[in-house]
């Protein structure tokens, strides 16, 4: 069975199911001197994101998952850690964008 996809091509529907290709990015930040700023700054990025983050992990990862390919996910955390503050560098950590 299959339906029309976006553009009109043809994509085989996964059991009767029309399946649309969305790109789900994680994106895991450090938290790297936990404390109250650090929580300030992870409220403030959950504003950004219009979502809620989960808490840090026992190793201090915080794991978010964007509904968007790897580059613009990975500026919609950057942003909203820049708009959260100029100190986020301090307290939390973000991997740089591969490639």
């Known amino acids: 069975m299959s339906d029309r996809g ?8 996964a059991k009767g199911l029309l399946s649309w290709a969305v790109p789900l990015t994680p ?12 929580d300030e700054l992870l409220a403030a990025l959950e504003g950004h994101l219009g ?10 990862h915080v794991r978010i998952l964007l509904e968007e390919p790897l580059g613009p996910a990975w500026q919609h955390v950057y ?10 560098q ?6 740089p964008l591969p490639g």
């Open 51 to 60: 979502r809620k983050v989960q808490p840090p992990d026992e190793l201090g």
């Open 79 to 88: 942003d909203g850690l820049g708009a959260a503050g100029d100190d986020w």
């Open 90 to 95: 301090e307290h939390l950590e973000l991997n």
């Open 27 to 38: 994106i895991v930040l450090h938290v790297v001197r936990p404390g109250a700023r650090a």
């Open 6 to 13: 976006r553009g009109g091509s043809r994509r085989p529907a």
